[in-house]
């Protein structure tokens, strides 16, 4: 192992790798819109699978879509290493979200074949389906599946807004494989990603490393009125649904500045019916997104949005039901694997800190089935889900040389 301790990752040849990515799917300022299960995905995955065989990888499909592009070991019955994160992105997303994580653990393969390095334990380069749930609600949905968490069906009958299902677009980009999911067996998973957050770049360090993940809840609220006209309804017949809403909204702000530090809460997305100018809503469908790395706090969160919104749809005269879309408890990762993290950090002499995720993540749900760990490295002022997502050049860099010797350490070199 010391003669590879100078070994590094080809930093070029991963920018670029990145740059031709960004290019399928593109947004309209610069990031991405490579949604999963559209075209573009579908593009995306042919040319991760080509770079794959370039690299002499065997592919293998599941029937989630998840992608797992294998390196021999010399020991074919050993449990693999994992390495990998996911290339769909958000309708506004940025360029590394997710596909740092996919590109750097090829780069890492890249750079083991020009290094002429063989491990014992097999390597496996991961692409998981759908991580995001912007799309497909919930997020880290195939791997969700692949852990056991959520049933196929359940999977395969979730809808986007146009009402098309997960199960028809994966079969219509022709991405249904062949392997049972969650048939394979992994020995750890790493998963590289960008921290979505300012804590690394205000700390002046340039890698996470990550002990934890915080908790999530997304609740989609459905509150009914009844349309009527925004003109000529005095104001004391209105059952208004866009008022129930704006009210909750406020409340989850108030309730997740309550449960400060550690607490943050949100409604990203919002569908009004009939979303006329001039008509009363009638109707409202809201996702509410709140988290924390404390399980007691999430948990008292939940119940008090919930409370407030029944008690924002009494005052209103307004139906209201609750739905949870998407839920995991805080994440501990595997203990032994962030050692190897924060050492292979500390060998390559990068600032360092440990750190909580507080995005989700596909390691999140494979840290149930594996042990697994995440590395982080910053993204500039803390900016991700937003096309100005950028991180630099030596910050990929970076993240993918402490990816590359925590997996030339975990899969054993021979
Ligand atoms: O929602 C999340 O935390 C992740 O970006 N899917
Ligand atoms: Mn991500
Ligand atoms: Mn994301």
Same mark, same amino acid.
Request: charged fraction near 20%.
């Given at each position: 192992?010391?003669?590879?301790?100078?070994?590094?990752?080809?930093?070029?040849?991963?920018?670029?790798?990145?740059?031709?990515?960004?290019?399928?799917?593109?947004?309209?300022?610069?990031?991405?819109?490579?949604?999963?299960?559209?075209?573009?995905?579908?593009?995306?995955?042919?040319?991760f699978a080509r770079w794959c065989a370039d690299a002499g990888m065997r592919m293998g499909v599941d029937t989630m879509g998840n992608m797992f592009a294998t390196r021999a070991g010399t020991d074919p019955d050993a449990l693999p290493v994992y390495m990998g994160s996911h290339l769909d992105t958000q309708p506004t997303g940025g360029r590394y979200d997710g596909v740092l994580g996919v590109l750097g653990a090829l780069e890492v393969v890249r750079a083991?074949?020009?290094?002429?390095?063989?491990?014992?334990?097999?390597?496996?380069?991961?692409?998981?389906?759908?991580?995001?749930?912007?799309?497909?609600?919930?997020?880290?949905?195939?791997?969700?599946?692949?852990?056991?968490?959520?049933?196929?069906?359940?999977?395969?009958?979730?809808?986007?807004?146009?009402?098309?299902?997960?199960?028809?677009?994966?079969?219509?980009?022709?991405?249904?494989?062949?392997?049972?999911?969650?048939?394979?067996?992994?020995?750890?998973?790493?998963?590289?990603?960008?921290?979505?957050?300012?804590?690394?770049?205000?700390?002046?360090?340039?890698?996470?490393? #990550? @002990?934890?993940?915080? +908790? =999530?809840?997304?609740?989609?609220?459905?509150?009914?009125? /009844?349309?009527? $006209?925004?003109?000529?309804?005095?104001?004391?017949?209105?059952?208004?649904?866009?008022?129930?809403?704006?009210?909750?909204?406020?409340?989850?702000?108030?309730?997740?500045?309550?449960?400060?530090?550690?607490?943050?809460?949100?409604?990203?997305?919002?569908?009004?019916?009939?979303?006329?100018?001039?008509?009363?809503?009638?109707?409202?469908?809201?996702?509410?997104?709140?988290?924390?790395?404390?399980?007691?706090?999430?948990?008292?969160?939940?119940?008090?949005?919930?409370?407030?919104?029944?008690?924002?749809?009494?005052?209103?005269?307004?139906?209201?039901?609750?739905?949870?879309?998407?839920?995991?408890?805080? #994440? @501990?990762?595997?203990? +032994? =694997?962030?050692?190897?993290?924060?050492?292979?950090?500390? /060998?390559?002499? $990068?600032?360092?800190?440990?750190?909580?995720?507080?995005?989700?993540?596909?390691?999140?749900?494979?840290?149930?089935?594996?042990?697994?760990?995440?590395?982080?490295?910053?993204?500039?002022?803390?900016?991700?889900?937003?096309?100005?997502?950028?991180?630099?050049?030596?910050?990929?860099?970076?993240?993918?040389?402490?990816?590359?010797?925590?997996?030339?350490?975990?899969?054993?070199?021979?």
């Open positions: 192992m010391a003669v590879l301790a100078n070994q590094r990752i080809n930093a070029q040849r991963l920018w670029d790798s990145l740059g031709e990515m960004a290019l399928i799917g593109p947004g309209v300022a610069g990031g991405c819109n490579r949604q999963t299960l559209t075209d573009a995905d579908g593009a995306g995955r042919h040319l083991m074949n020009d290094m002429g390095v063989q491990t014992r334990r097999p390597i496996v380069v991961t692409n998981w389906t759908n991580e995001e749930g912007a799309r497909f609600a919930p997020a880290m949905l195939a791997s969700g599946v692949f852990a056991g968490i959520h049933t196929q069906d359940y999977a395969y009958g979730r809808t986007d807004l146009d009402g098309k299902s997960f199960g028809e677009e994966l079969a219509r980009i022709g991405w249904v494989g062949d392997e049972a999911v969650g048939a394979r067996k992994m020995h750890a998973m790493l998963e590289l990603h960008i921290e979505q957050g300012p804590i690394l770049e205000a700390e002046g360090k340039t890698i996470g490393v #990550v @002990t934890h993940g915080q +908790g =999530l809840w997304w609740l989609e609220i459905t509150l009914t009125g /009844r349309d009527a $006209h925004t003109g000529s309804t005095p104001m004391n017949m209105r059952v208004n649904a866009g008022l129930g809403m704006a009210r909750i909204t406020e409340a989850v702000h108030r309730i997740a500045m309550s449960h400060q530090p550690n607490a943050v809460g949100a409604v990203g997305q919002v569908k009004v019916y009939p979303n006329s100018r001039n008509v009363i809503a009638g109707k409202v469908v809201f996702t509410v997104d709140i988290r924390s790395p404390e399980q007691g706090k999430l948990d008292l969160m939940r119940g008090e949005v919930e409370r407030a919104a029944a008690a924002v749809a009494a005052e209103l005269g307004l139906g209201c039901s609750i739905e949870p879309v998407g839920h995991f408890d805080p #994440v @501990t990762f595997d203990a +032994g =694997l962030v050692d190897v993290v924060r050492g292979a950090a500390e /060998r390559l002499g $990068h600032a360092h800190m440990d750190i909580i995720s507080g995005a989700g993540h596909d390691a999140c749900w494979t840290n149930r089935v594996a042990p697994t760990v995440m590395i982080m490295c910053p993204c500039v002022g803390g900016l991700s889900h937003n096309e100005a997502e950028e991180i630099s050049p030596e910050w990929a860099a970076a993240g993918t040389d402490v990816l590359l010797h925590a997996c030339l350490e975990v899969a054993e070199v021979v």
